[in-house]
């Protein structure tokens, strides 16, 4: 502390500190625990579902083949009713990669230009392989998977979007900067409350002797 603060100023100055490296370390944790709880959830519904998914999408195509038979237009709409078929949590999105030609289930939501180049390589290199990345303002976790039924370089993709996850931690680390806000004020109030509870005995002593 600077020389020139009494006492007291060092006192109240100690309690409102320490409150506030308190309040801040107990909300890092209370935020680091959450953020990996809520990921980890929801990546593990979207995994789940992805291989419910692929192995159902996977039968059906080893069933019926993988056909190129037909004008493209009329080929993606037969594999995207396909992918229709299958249901996805909230803000997920279906792709199916044969060959080189990948066909998603909402353009506009997703595409293969939000795709990482990397997961794309990993797919046709038929490796199961997973991620959480950034596609623009707003984070994916993204799947895929190999169809081995398929006579083809064939994959199931699974992207969701983590825009839920990112808005209750926004709303969880709005909550706890004000209580560490509120904290801090508590403490400073408190170190006031015990300067004031030791040091006006002390200043009545003195002014009696």
Known sequence: MPRGFGLRTRVIAAFGIGALLLSLL???VVYSLTRGNLLEQRVDDVLKNAV???QGINAELGRLGPSNVGEPAEIRAERIALLNQFVVPVGAYQGLRINADIYWT????FNDDRLPQSLID????GTPADMVFDAGS???YAVVLPLP???ANAVYIEAASLAEVESTLG??????????????????GFGIYVATRIFNPLSEISGAA
């Open 26 to 28: 107990l909300s890092a």
């Open 52 to 54: 419910v998914n692929a």
């Open 106 to 109: 909402d353009l506009i939501g």
């Open 122 to 125: 990993l797919s046709f290199d």
């Open 138 to 140: 707003e984070s994916f």
């Open 149 to 151: 039924r398929v006579n």
């Open 171 to 188: 709303s969880l680390l709005a909550t706890l900067i004000g209580a560490s806000a509120v904290t801090t004020v508590l403490g400073l």
